[in-house]
């Protein structure tokens, strides 16, 4: 069965400090990967998706960037965070573009 | 681009059952609904997907009218570890002409004892 993985669970970081949250699947090839960012007590913003190694597509122009290294990794990173990057950042997967997206646990980021 | 419409929030009782009902007038030919669950500090749960008619798995139903133009999520007896925000999407994950798969703020069911 495939798995997500993603970490770290929370983190608090300054303003002004690089970030770098890892994504990993487990159990499929060739998924299509999502970085999604949820403000407190609102919907889901979709931020990144990639079909493919090396291919990213950015949805909301901001401080961050998205990277896969690998088939199944998924990274998302900022060199320098502001007040507003605080969030509940979740990684998913999903076979195609009509498949249903399958959510990590997320991780939680304040920056301070 | 296609917009999705649902209660902000629900109540219920154990035992019942639950219809929570999503409008997209502008629910494009190739698009899909799909409803998801999100417990508190998680990552939202797939639930059900469907196109049209009726689809029934082992935790819900979805009804879809011939118009595709609204869809019901159905839950049977309800429990308290029910209680979840629930969101309805129509579309595609990427790329499609209606929407990217953009998450309302869902609707918030309240299951009480």
């Known amino acids: 069965s495939q798995t997500i993985h993603q970490w770290p669970a929370t983190l608090v970081q300054p303003v002004g400090s690089p970030l770098s949250l890892e994504c990993t699947v487990e159990g499929t090839s060739n998924p299509n990967l999502y970085w999604y960012r949820q403000a407190a007590g609102r919907g889901l913003q979709l931020l990144f998706y990639s079909v493919g190694i090396g291919q990213i597509s950015s949805e909301v122009p901001q401080n961050l960037s998205a990277s896969r290294p690998q088939d199944r990794q998924f990274i998302l990173s900022s060199k320098k965070l502001l007040l507003s990057d605080s969030g509940f950042y979740l990684c998913?997967?999903?076979?195609?573009?009509?498949?249903?997206?399958?959510f990590g646990n997320g991780t939680r980021l304040t920056v301070t | 681009l296609a917009k999705t419409t649902q209660p902000i929030s629900m109540d219920s009782y154990e035992g019942q059952e639950v219809n929570i009902t999503c409008s997209h007038n502008n629910i494009a030919t190739n698009d899909y609904i799909t409803w998801y669950q999100q417990f508190p500090s998680q990552g939202p749960r797939f639930i059900i997907q469907g196109y049209k008619t009726k689809v029934t798995n082992e935790v819900a139903s979805l009804f879809i009218p011939a118009d595709r133009k609204s869809s019901t999520l159905s839950l049977p007896r309800v429990s308290l570890s029910d209680t979840a925000v629930y969101y309805c999407l129509v579309g595609v994950n990427y790329g499609g002409a209606t929407n990217k798969l953009i998450f309302g703020t869902g609707t918030l069911l309240a299951v009480q004892p």
């Open positions: 998913a997967w999903a076979r195609d573009r009509d498949s249903p997206l399958h």
